[in-house]
């Protein structure tokens, strides 16, 4: 099989976190959204076990009580954030978009919470770092499934302060963790671009750390 580099090229690097861009107004298809999920679960995984979960929350109510976990988690940062950063500046624009979402979260058409069967152990951290290795690949290709798709998305993890209400509202039972929370819509538009990013050459060591 041969791949379409420059198409592949193109979905890897403008798959971006999207928050103001996500349509608010049109329906997410079920069929769509598990398309992408069966996707997702073809990541590589720790040992194989395959032990992701994926609760995909389209109930008004249900996405109410979300961001409300979500507001709760992350308001105070968010805001103030917004508040002390640089007029015009790149991070003042991603706080604005972050702001953004924490105001219409509950707007989102579609939330999906991935879980893992299994309780994380902080105690190791090469069991910390399998556990998360497990987890996010597959989410990281759920969300290209969906740029694919025309869907947007952006990983956030703020909800996870309040991660036992979260776990109480969807009847999470013992013994699995919520890893983050994807908003999923359709979006406004799907002329991404490529961020802005060092050179790899500054980034990359061969052999030894600085070499």
Known sequence: MEFDLQQTDALLSTTRSVRKRLDLQRPVEREVILECLQLATQAPTGSNRQGWRWLVVTDPDQRKGLAECYRR?????????????????????????????????????????PCMSTELNRESIAYEAGFWGSIFPAVWSFQLALRSRGLGSVLTTLHLVCADEAAKLLEIPAGFTQAALLPVAYTQGTDFQ??????????????RWGS
Do not use: C, F
């Open 73 to 113: 988690g992350g308001e105070a940062y968010l805001r103030g954030a917004l508040e002390s950063a640089e007029a015009g500046s790149q991070d003042m624009r991603v706080l604005e978009s972050a702001n953004y979402l924490l105001d219409h979260l509950h707007e989102v058409p579609v939330h999906v919470i």
């Open 194 to 207: 490529a961020a802005k990013r060092p050179p790899v050459s500054e980034l990359t060591y061969w052999d």
